[in-house]
């Protein structure tokens, strides 16, 4: 230990070693490289995590939290992602309560002070990885290895590998887990002390340690595995395990390890640590071409990653220096236990490399740095040439921190900075021309869309969202046929078979749009859009009873949903109920009170009614939400027409006009209010 510190201290100047001061530097460090990202828009997982997910809202009772997943779907449900992270959704809430809404800048500055908190906190955590558990006479902890903590504290605070984590919000289960983790492992240090008494511990710090575990596994799954990291440093420094010797008792009994299970991917994740030049917010879909033959080049990377780790397992297991067994047994502790939950070796995860997963890992790499650094620098006299090194490492990796947190700023950014890294990616092909779509971009989307597809030829999402834009541009064929070919690989994908029923009742196929409309219904009961388009295919087809029922399924489900409302208003008027009409109209105003289009077809129907001072009011309020709408100054000109206000008619219909010049109606009704105004003239006269 003494010789590692010694071997930093042309690295670290002393200036910096005080407690407070090495902190310090870690935090404002930590928030310099992700700063950038604090004012970002709510990107990619996002929008499902947060934005619409209903759990962030106040009708949402706080219980249900425990029985939701973090999308917000009840882990009941065959739909649901099955990722239980509770505490991490209620801070969502809390977020989102406190900035009263969904306000993106508020979120990304927790994130970013919930790593610069947590890389202040990995300045304690190394500080006994390196230098063990050493107490004053006062029962305060002594930091024994100041330098090689707060350079491995560095190294953690300015790796890109985090990005994802801190830019991302729905990274902050990363951030929220590593906390509690860290939390649970420091109380668990606690509860120990090296003293003469063996085996002295403190039954409250050992349960506190188990309350952060269980909460940071509430927070992210991975959580859990502080569990092994504390049993780790139990055996290595408190129980003072001597690895080397049981070691030495296996092999002369003959007995022989099990073959480790190669996977290229590993490699992939541990060049991610050493490189994190090349990021991408996600790597599935093609991203990374499966090795199909021994003789694939790409085996020497796999080939090694596997020398060099069993290269520091042997260092960690065999060296007779104590001190390096400790450091090197705990930084590959650090670096793969918490790894395990996403390595696929005990069961299914839904990815194969993923950034996020990196961020308790680093931990450990940023440790087995440190100690390479130190050892390095014992082996040479160009001290100055290792201190560059270093410093070249940390600057490099602030500098990509900040290039990558700008990129993560927002989503056309993140999409298009993906395509250099992973073009072979369908999912990033797909979402830049979902972000292209968003903004109006139809040509360049359906471009992006149409490649999705060529790398991934069951990429059903791809051939939806291309059968919707190809329906738009009246492209009715190919739109039906790459609905058709979705719904085909999927059959329970109830979005493309109501797709597919809307494209089937504009090409008159109206028998052929009910069956897809009633087969999306049966996959997703509850699909308020749904049934909306099916009372519209009703409506078509004069069958009104129906429609009205269809649309009020739609707004059972969905209170909010304005537009079947309307549409029973308008269907109801149509058919001369007025006084049902009427009724539906208000129920749907004490629901959604400014609405002004709720408000325009009631007012017609008030009108209708010779309700005039109410239709009167209710127009005015619409006009005064929406002052452009040229139907609402044309209608409320026919009220006043009907009323007798023959003055105000003429001026709203003259302000319809202009706004929309076209208006064959409302020039047909201004014409004939000018002759009645010219009658009543000659007979002033």
Request: proline share 3%; charged share 20%.
């Amino acid at each position: 230990m003494a010789d590692l510190e010694a071997n930093l201290d042309h690295i670290i100047p002393s200036s910096v070693l005080p407690p407070f001061m090495a902190k310090f530097v870690v935090g404002f460090v930590s928030l310099v490289c992700f700063a950038r990202s604090y004012d970002g828009d709510f990107v990619f997982d996002d929008s499902e995590a947060i934005v619409n997910n209903k759990d962030l809202l106040a009708e949402t009772p706080l219980g249900d939290l425990w029985y939701h997943d973090f999308w917000g779907s009840r882990l009941s449900s065959n739909t649901s992602h099955k990722s239980y992270r509770p505490l991490t959704v209620l801070t969502f809430r809390i977020n989102y309560y406190l900035s009263g809404g969904f306000h993106p800048m508020s979120f990304h500055m927790v994130n970013i002070l919930l790593h610069s908190g947590i890389s202040v906190l990995m300045v304690d955590v190394f500080s006994v990885l390196f230098g063990g558990l050493q107490y004053s006479s006062k029962g305060r902890r002594l930091n024994l290895a100041p330098r090689s903590s707060l350079l491995a504290a560095l190294l953690f605070a300015v790796h890109p590998v985090h990005t994802e984590c801190v830019a991302g919000v729905v990274g902050r289960a990363d951030l929220l887990g590593a906390l509690f983790f860290l939390l649970s492992f420091l109380g668990y240090c606690k509860a120990f002390r090296e003293s003469d008494k063996e085996g002295a511990h403190s039954t409250f710090w050992v349960l506190l340690s188990i309350l952060l575990g269980a909460m940071a596994m509430l927070c992210k799954e991975q959580g859990i595995t502080v569990l092994g990291l504390n049993a780790v440093f139990d055996i290595l420094v408190i129980a003072k395990l001597n690895v080397l010797e049981i070691v030495q008792k296996v092999l002369h009994k003959d007995k022989l390890l099990e073959a480790i299970n190669y996977n290229y991917y590993y490699s992939l994740n541990a060049w991610l640590l050493l490189c994190p030049w090349w990021l991408c917010f996600d790597w599935s879909m093609g991203c990374i071409p499966l090795i199909k033959s021994v003789g694939d080049w790409r085996v020497i990377a796999l080939a090694a990653l596997w020398f060099c780790l069993i290269g520091l397992i042997c260092q960690a297991l065999c060296s007779e220096d104590s001190h390096k067994r400790r450091v090197l047994t705990l930084g590959l502790g650090f670096l793969i236990i918490p790894f395990l939950p996403a390595s696929n070796l005990f069961f299914r995860v839904g990815f194969v490399v993923a950034e996020r997963v990196l961020y308790l890992p680093s931990a450990g790499y940023c440790i087995l740095l440190t100690f390479g650094f130190g050892a390095l620098s014992k082996h040479t006299k160009r001290k100055k040439l290792i201190t560059a090194l270093v410093l070249g490492i940390l600057f490099i990796n602030m500098l990509r921190c900040m290039i990558r947190s700008s990129e993560w700023r927002n989503e056309e950014k993140l999409f298009q900075s993906a395509l250099s890294v992973c073009p072979l990616n369908a999912k990033v092909h797909y979402n830049v021309g979902k972000n292209l779509a968003d903004k109006g971009n139809q040509t360049a989307a359906i471009r992006y869309y149409r490649e999705a597809v060529r790398l991934n030829p069951k990429y059903v999402h791809a051939m939806n969202n291309l059968g919707n834009i190809l329906k738009e541009r009246n492209e009715l064929q190919e739109a039906e046929e790459l609905l058709s070919l979705a719904v085909q690989i999927q059959p329970d994908f109830a979005a493309a078979w109501m797709n597919l029923g809307i494209v089937q009742n504009s090409l008159k196929r109206f028998e052929a749009a009910e069956r897809s409309y009633q087969t999306a219904i049966k996959h997703r009961r509850k699909y308020p859009d749904c049934y909306y388009n099916l009372g519209r295919l009703y409506a078509d087809l004069n069958r009104h009873v129906d429609a009205l029922n269809a649309w009020r399924n739609a707004t059972v489900l969905k209170p909010e949903h304005s537009l079947a409302w309307n549409n029973m208003i308008i269907l109801l008027d149509n058919t001369g109920n007025l006084a049902q009409a009427e009724a539906v109209g208000r129920e749907a105003l004490e629901l959604i009170p400014n609405d002004h289009s709720l408000m325009f077809s009631l007012a017609n129907v008030l009108g209708k009614s010779q309700k005039y001072k109410e239709s009167e009011a209710l127009f005015l309020k619409a006009i005064k939400a929406h002052p452009n709408a040229a139907s609402y100054h044309g209608n409320l000109a026919v009220l006043y027409h009907r009323w007798g206000h023959l003055d105000l008619a003429k001026k709203h219909y003259e302000i319809s006009l202009q706004l929309d010049p076209t208006a064959s109606g409302t020039k047909e009704n201004y014409g004939l209010l000018r002759r009645k105004l010219e009658q009543v003239q000659k007979k002033d006269v």
